[in-house]
């Protein structure tokens, strides 16, 4: 079965603090994804990953960078953290083509304060 | 506007007693639909794919189907433990692929 771990469950930060988000998966596989999920907007995707070191922006990317030095690793970072990053940020994996399904860790339950 | 809905919103089951959610798709270039089951403070985790139009798969009392415009979830004689928001995606588009997700179904089975 494949393991999606995010190190947190959750946070609180306070406005302006950067923020480290991290994401491990143990199935090798190339795609890395990182959501945002608030109630009434379902999932949105924030950014991408297709490879190491490799990023491509998601639907709503502002306010956010990733990055990603291995292939098992990939972390979300809040720059300067606002009141409206308040969510629960999940990471997928999915191996090969976009056809096939993602796989979830857990969440990570942020507030910012 | 490329759009997935899926309804409805809330649902309420007795023990036993069936019934279907639906997922409705506007896209061009349906490339895989997926279902996910959601329990409070986790993430989704995946349940099933589907392809083509007239394609089914089954999983205990989960049996999910596609056709040209949506998909169903049938739950058959569900339980307590079914409880759970079920999640679709849609996987659509040529060269460049897209994921939508519905905003789920919050099914609550009564015992």
């Known amino acids: 079965d494949v393991k999606v771990t995010q190190s947190s469950r959750y946070l609180v930060k306070r406005t302006g603090e950067k923020v480290f988000l991290e994401c491990v998966q143990d199935?090798?596989?190339?795609?890395m994804f990182w959501y945002r999920q608030d109630p009434g907007l379902g999932l949105r995707l924030i950014y991408f990953?297709?490879?190491?070191?490799?990023?491509e922006k998601g639907d709503i990317p502002e306010g956010y960078s990733v990055s990603r030095e291995k292939k098992e690793r990939f972390s979300l970072i809040l720059e300067s953290a606002s009141t409206n990053q308040t969510s629960m940020y999940l990471c997928?994996?999915?191996?090969?083509?976009?056809?096939?399904?993602?796989?979830f860790g857990d969440g990570t339950r942020l507030s910012i304060l | 506007e490329d759009q997935v809905t899926q309804s409805p919103e809330a649902l309420r089951l007795q023990e036993g007693e069936s019934s279907s959610l639906n997922c409705s798709y506007t896209?061009?270039?349906?490339?895989?639909l997926f279902w996910y089951r959601q329990d409070p403070g986790k993430g989704p985790e995946f349940l099933f794919t589907?392809?083509?139009a007239g394609e089914e798969k089954e999983k205990e009392r989960l049996k999910a189907t596609l056709t040209k415009k949506e998909s169903f979830l049938h739950i058959t004689a569900p339980k307590p433990e079914d409880s759970a928001t079920y999640l679709c995606?849609?996987?659509?588009?040529?060269?460049?692929?897209?994921?939508?997700f519905g905003t789920g179904t919050l099914l609550a089975v009564q015992p």
């Open positions: 997928a994996s999915r191996e090969g083509s976009s056809n096939q399904p993602q796989h």
């Open positions: 199935m090798d596989h190339e795609n």
């Open positions: 990953s297709y490879d190491v070191k490799m990023k």
């Open positions: 896209v061009s270039g349906l490339r895989g």
């Open positions: 589907l392809y083509s």
């Open positions: 995606a849609v996987c659509y588009g040529g060269a460049t692929n897209k994921l939508i």
